[in-house]
């Protein structure tokens, strides 16, 4: 057929002995490897923690970790079993080697925070799967040249295999397991499908002299590796669907906000939340109170809708709005409105208090916050409440003023801190200003 002269893998094919000399050649762990092995651990441990993707990348590009995969895979689609005994002891003993030296790195580093970078390697799916799938492919077909190009880096790049080991690091020296488990789950799917990608592009690229025994048992190796692959697989398939559906729900619920909560000049939805494990959607706005009859209009279409359906809505309600009544009736001394007025502020009293007492908090919160963090220049915050005639602070909504750029540990540990501090949730807005200085 025409169309297969494009995709033929024999075309510009590096001869047999240039390929076994690149493969078995690439799963080296002593001198020079050895060193860059230690080296990309502490590279890929240093970015983790400093939440650096630039640096992590980095870590990619020199980890020798692909090289023993790879072997394993020529080890297996060649019958050369030696060598994939030889790879298999090798990648062993780089697991050990980076999983140890990252928990080392980690259990004495001042920064113990959990960032992006480092939660991103702990929850897999099946997208990681198929990442490796085709990485490896790239990765062997580009081994198999000639001439070898810039496909590696790339490979190394998108088939992360040092991140998700000194992840496991972190897990183990931080004593959660859920870390360890799961980065190491990424790290072993990622190397099994790139050994599998290899294996089935060599079993057909690389020359062997026809034995109907030994195609027997590559054909016995091939099925053996895909039910193992498909098992591999299971795990994250689920966590795939999983994350597929909180998408569409997060996605969904943006949308019924913008379209039927969210009213221009009168309404306007400044948070909210899904709690997955109650069913509930906890929505933060401020402007004109949702009357009952928009509540029940409000319900009977969040029920019409196929991935909110299980939910309940539930608003919170900004006491900020409230605070300005109660200013303006303190204000105006009318006759006429006096009683009204009075009636209002028997209603708001105890919100008012709330409000006062968080106003105090606010300005031991913001002493404090200024000096132990650095970057911080003001704060301010006020509660959030559910229920008027028993007001209780459910959240705290708390502006961060600064005049640099917050890091997402920084973050994570103000929000800490607030939290502890407030003993309730909190939402953060962070707004950076310009430095007078």
């Given at each position: 057929?025409?169309?297969?002269?494009?995709?033929?893998?024999?075309?510009?094919?590096?001869?047999?002995?240039?390929?076994?000399?690149?493969?078995?050649?690439?799963?080296?762990?002593?001198?020079?490897?050895?060193?860059?092995?230690?080296?990309?651990?502490?590279?890929?441990?240093?970015?983790?923690?400093?939440?650096?993707?630039?640096?992590?990348?980095?870590?990619?590009?020199?980890?020798?970790?692909?090289?023993?995969?790879?072997?394993?895979?020529?080890?297996?689609?060649?019958?050369?079993?030696?060598?994939?005994?030889?790879?298999?002891?090798?990648?062993?003993?780089?697991?050990?080697?980076?999983?140890?030296a990252s928990a080392l790195y980690f259990y004495i580093s001042p920064v113990q925070t959990a960032t992006s970078e480092l939660l991103a390697r702990t929850e897999p799916n099946i997208f990681d799967v198929f990442i490796a799938i085709f990485g490896g492919l790239a990765g062997i077909i580009g081994q198999t040249r000639k001439t070898?190009?810039?496909?590696?880096?790339?490979?190394?790049?998108?088939?992360?295999?040092?991140?998700?080991?000194?992840?496991?690091?972190?897990?183990?020296?931080?004593?959660?397991?859920?870390?360890?488990?799961?980065?190491?789950?990424?790290?072993?799917?990622?190397?099994?499908?790139?050994?599998?990608?290899?294996?089935?592009?060599?079993?057909?690229?690389?020359?062997?002299?026809?034995?109907?025994?030994?195609?027997?048992?590559?054909?016995?190796?091939?099925?053996?590796?895909?039910?193992?692959?498909?098992?591999?697989?299971?795990?994250?398939?689920?966590?795939?669907?999983?994350?597929?559906?909180?998408?569409?729900?997060?996605?969904?619920?943006?949308?019924?906000?913008?379209?039927?909560?969210?009213?221009?000049?009168?309404?306007?939805?400044?948070?909210?939340?899904?709690?997955?494990?109650?069913?509930?959607?906890?929505?933060?706005?401020?402007?004109?109170?949702?009357?009952?009859?928009?509540?029940?209009?409000?319900?009977?279409?969040?029920?019409?809708?196929?991935?909110?359906?299980?939910?309940?809505?539930?608003?919170?309600?900004?006491?900020?709005?409230?605070?300005?009544?109660?200013?303006?009736?303190?204000?105006?001394?009318?006759?006429?409105?006096?009683?009204?007025?009075?009636?209002?502020?028997?209603?708001?009293?105890?919100?008012?208090?709330?409000?006062?007492?968080?106003?105090?908090?606010?300005?031991?919160?913001?002493?404090e916050a200024k000096a132990l963090f650095p970057f911080v220049s003001k704060v301010e915050g006020m509660p959030l409440i559910d229920n008027l005639e028993e007001p209780k602070a459910s959240r705290y909504m708390v502006i961060i003023h600064t005049t640099s750029t917050i890091s997402d540990a920084d973050l994570e540990r103000i929000?800490?801190?607030?939290?502890?501090?407030?003993?309730?949730?909190?939402?953060?807005?962070?707004?950076?200003?310009?430095?007078?200085?």
């Amino acid at each position: 057929m025409e169309i297969n002269k494009y995709f033929n893998l024999q075309f510009e094919r590096a001869d047999d002995a240039t390929i076994a000399k690149r493969l078995i050649g690439g799963a080296k762990i002593k001198g020079p490897a050895l060193v860059t092995l230690i080296l990309s651990i502490f590279i890929a441990s240093i970015g983790l923690n400093m939440n650096s993707t630039a640096v992590v990348i980095g870590a990619m590009l020199i980890s020798p970790l692909m090289g023993p995969i790879l072997a394993i895979g020529f080890g297996f689609a060649t019958l050369n079993f030696t060598v994939a005994k030889s790879g298999i002891l090798r990648l062993s003993v780089q697991i050990m080697i980076a999983v140890l030296a990252s928990a080392l790195y980690f259990y004495i580093s001042p920064v113990q925070t959990a960032t992006s970078e480092l939660l991103a390697r702990t929850e897999p799916n099946i997208f990681d799967v198929f990442i490796a799938i085709f990485g490896g492919l790239a990765g062997i077909i580009g081994q198999t040249r000639k001439t070898l190009d810039n496909v590696i880096p790339g490979v190394a790049i998108a088939t992360a295999l040092m991140p998700p080991l000194c992840t496991a690091g972190y897990g183990l020296a931080s004593g959660n397991w859920t870390y360890f488990f799961g980065a190491s789950y990424l790290f072993f799917i990622n190397a099994f499908f790139i050994f599998f990608a290899a294996f089935i592009v060599l079993k057909g690229v690389y020359s062997l002299p026809f034995h109907e025994q030994a195609e027997e048992r590559i054909r016995r190796n091939q099925l053996i590796f895909l039910v193992i692959g498909l098992i591999m697989a299971i795990p994250s398939i689920y966590a795939g669907y999983d994350m597929t559906i909180k998408y569409s729900e997060s996605n969904h619920l943006e949308q019924f906000i913008k379209n039927d909560i969210n009213q221009d000049g009168r309404r306007q939805v400044i948070d909210y939340s899904l709690d997955r494990k109650n069913k509930l959607v906890d929505i933060v706005a401020i402007g004109a109170p949702v009357t009952s009859e928009e509540r029940a209009q409000l319900d009977d279409k969040l029920q019409k809708d196929d991935y909110l359906q299980p939910y309940t809505l539930r608003f919170v309600t900004s006491v900020d709005e409230k605070k300005s009544t109660m200013d303006k009736v303190n204000s105006n001394k009318s006759s006429e409105n006096l009683e009204k007025y009075k009636n209002l502020s028997n209603l708001y009293q105890p919100t008012y208090e709330l409000v006062s007492e968080t106003i105090n908090t606010m300005k031991t919160t913001d002493a404090e916050a200024k000096a132990l963090f650095p970057f911080v220049s003001k704060v301010e915050g006020m509660p959030l409440i559910d229920n008027l005639e028993e007001p209780k602070a459910s959240r705290y909504m708390v502006i961060i003023h600064t005049t640099s750029t917050i890091s997402d540990a920084d973050l994570e540990r103000i929000k800490a801190w607030l939290e502890a501090k407030l003993s309730a949730p909190v939402t953060i807005s962070v707004e950076q200003t310009k430095s007078t200085l």
